[in-house]
């Protein structure tokens, strides 16, 4: 099959794939394989697209950028300049933040597993902090008190594209659960915390809105709980991420419209029916601002037929891309110089890596597909980058962002040199 592009910002141009107006084989040919690429158009239009469908039926919303899906400081500075508000999960994710702009009360801190000293640090950098246990409360009110403090729910209804990304329920490790969360709230109200914000996160890569409409039933009535028996207000609601985007060819989004009116339906309905005054309404994507915007390159260096397989071997593995390995996710490949060439041979991908399950993709229908040819594979602007390791001693690669025909380099590619960063012999190993 020729290959048409679910998106305009890639193209076909002659049988050659271009992102926002590049040709990815100049790309290739200037700075090499395995190549990130990042379509800044595409993440502005995710981020407008979302934040004008939820401005339709509410006027106070925020979007709390997800920073663990892509933390390149380029992306953090778009999303900045679209006014994005910024969910982080590490001082490493509130650093970057703060490096690329962003003021610290647009932060929310959200973590599970805080040491002190981290606690340390968020209240130097003042962001707001989001509780994920009444350890880490009581643990934060001894180190300073702040002024605004949100608490993370499980409502402990949650969801996902696999059992690891589902973060809600009752073996989930992540936030308080309903018979505790009043008790938070005390804890925190009675130390002299004045403000107050609400979260929850259900899972991740969702494509239906029931789950966030059946969780965010159960948020709001623990909200009302909290405001019957504490008389707290709060200053924002954050129904957490999760938004999914297709990942497979004809695969159906998630519904915008439909989530966006279902939810706010239900929040301005309930807020006024449980008189919780004017909340902020929160969400806090990741993959849906930046997945779709960006791609990875990689070269075929070697066709091997067996008798039983045909693989084809390229320069990426699960060192850039741990998805498909990770999680079975699946990523649609496509062979980026030959786009008007009919499909006629199945193969598996394979990458570089000392292991079986070093596998990008299995059986798929390629055109022939010949040494030097250059993939990419789509979808990889979310937990793509930022996943990746240098395990079997590979360098990580480097990583472009395009726009309107332009392109930079955001990101260098890492040498044998990086390797040895950091590293030391005992002295008595010195000889
Ligand atoms: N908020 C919290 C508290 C989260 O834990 C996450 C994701 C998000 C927001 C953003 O979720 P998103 O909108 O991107 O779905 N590595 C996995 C995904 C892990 C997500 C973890 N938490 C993957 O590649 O599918």
């Given amino acids: 099959m020729v290959f048409i592009s679910p998106h305009k910002f890639l193209e076909n141009r002659d049988g050659t794939l271009y992102i926002d107006g590049v040709s990815v084989v100049e790309l ?14 595409r993440i502005r239009e995710n981020f407008r697209n979302l934040r004008d469908a939820l401005l339709k039926h509410y006027d106070k919303i925020r979007i709390y950028y ?17 006014g994005a508000y910024l969910d982080a999960v ?67 209804i949650g969801a996902g594209h696999h059992e690891h ?13 309903e018979a505790d ?9 009675e130390a002299g915390v004045k403000r107050f914000g609400i979260h929850m996160h259900i899972g991740s890569g969702i494509l239906s809105v029931e789950p966030f409409i059946l969780a965010a039933e159960k948020l709001l009535e623990i909200a009302h709980h909290v405001r019957r028996s504490l008389g707290i207000k709060f200053e924002f609601m954050d129904f957490g991420g999760g938004l999914g985007v297709p990942y497979r060819l004809g695969e159906k989004p998630l519904n ?29 994507p990741g993959r849906y601002i930046v997945c779709d915007a960006g791609i990875l390159l990689t070269r075929v260096n070697t066709i091997k037929i067996t008798p039983f397989k045909k693989f084809i071997g390229v320069d990426a593995g699960f060192n850039l891309l741990v998805r498909p390995v990770m999680y079975g996710a699946y990523h649609h490949i496509i062979v980026a110089n030959r786009l008007n060439q009919p499909e006629e041979e199945v193969y598996d991908v394979a990458g ?34 930022v996943m990746s390791s240098q395990y079997n001693s590979r360098p990580r690669c ?8 332009r392109y930079s380099l955001i990101r260098e590619r890492e040498s044998l040199e990086d390797l040895l960063r950091g590293q030391r012999l005992p002295e008595w190993l010195e000889h």
């Fill in 398 to 405: 480097a990583e472009i962002l395009v726009k309107d025909g």
């Fill in 28 to 41: 290739t040919d200037k700075f090499d394989t395995p190549l990130y690429v990042l379509s800044e158009n």
């Fill in 165 to 177: 990304v589902i973060t809600a329920g009752r073996n989930s490790k992540f936030g308080i659960c």
């Fill in 256 to 284: 915008l419209e439909e989530y966006s009116e279902r939810m706010l339906g239900l929040f301005r309905s309930k807020i006024r029916e449980y008189d919780l005054g004017e909340p902020f309404f929160c969400v806090e």
């Fill in 352 to 385: 570089p890596l000392c292991e079986s399950g070093d596998i990008l993709a299995r059986d798929r229908p390629f055109p022939g597909v010949y040494e030097g040819d250059l993939l990419a594979i789509l979808n990889a602007g979310a937990y793509g980058f």
């Fill in 66 to 82: 997800s920073a663990k899906a892509n933390t390149s400081l380029a992306v953090l500075r778009i999303l900045r300049d679209e």
């Fill in 181 to 189: 969360v009043a008790k938070a709230y005390e804890i925190a109200k």
């Fill in 90 to 156: 590490s001082p490493g994710e509130v650093f970057l933040a703060l490096k690329a702009g962003f003021q610290p009360e647009k932060i929310l801190f959200t973590g599970t597993s805080v040491r002190n000293d981290e606690l340390d640090f968020l209240v130097r950098t003042n962001v707001v902090i989001n509780i994920d246990s009444i350890s880490q409360l009581k643990r934060l009110i001894k180190i300073h008190v702040p002024e605004i403090l949100s608490v993370r729910v499980n409502p402990e």
